[in-house]
């Protein structure tokens, strides 16, 4: 399951995601950081068992927490199959099915938002 962790000036001081992995033993995986001076967020996936811990272990002042879910929106109707975010995105969230209709994995998704941007029918959207 993934995690957007979302940090304040307060929040930023502390080592928190080294400090929640360190007490619970839990192999979180950073899959994306944007720290912009005294503020940023980061997308960490974790266990579905282990992610009710994890949030409990990571939650503080100055941090908020939100499990990540349908990173991707995708207007069927807008869509034309063209499959240039298939070529866009690293993170294989797009491919044909077997009838050449787009297929969306939005759970692999790291919000770079590239897909949302090059789509020349604005049929794709990324909640943030
Ligand atoms: S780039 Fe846009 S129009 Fe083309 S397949 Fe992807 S979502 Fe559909
Ligand atoms: S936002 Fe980035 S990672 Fe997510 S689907 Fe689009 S191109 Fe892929």
Do not use: Y
Not at 41 to 52: H, K, P, Q
């Amino acid at each position: 399951m993934k995690l957007k962790v979302e940090f304040d000036r307060v929040g930023i001081q502390e080592p928190s995601i080294a400090k929640a992995i360190l007490e619970t033993g839990i192999a979180a995986n950073i899959e994306r950081a944007v720290i912009d001076g005294d503020e940023g967020w980061t997308l960490i996936s974790v266990a579905d068992e282990e992610t009710e811990r994890f949030i409990a272990a990571l939650s503080r002042p100055g941090v908020s927490i939100r499990i990540q879910k349908n990173a991707v929106s995708h207007n069927v109707t807008e869509c034309v199959d063209c499959g240039l975010c298939i070529s866009i995105c690293q993170k294989k969230v797009f491919s044909f099915d077997e009838d050449w209709k787009l297929r969306v994995e939005p759970e692999r998704c790291v919000l770079c938002g590239r897909c949302a941007e090059f789509c020349p029918q604005r049929a794709l959207s990324i909640l943030k």
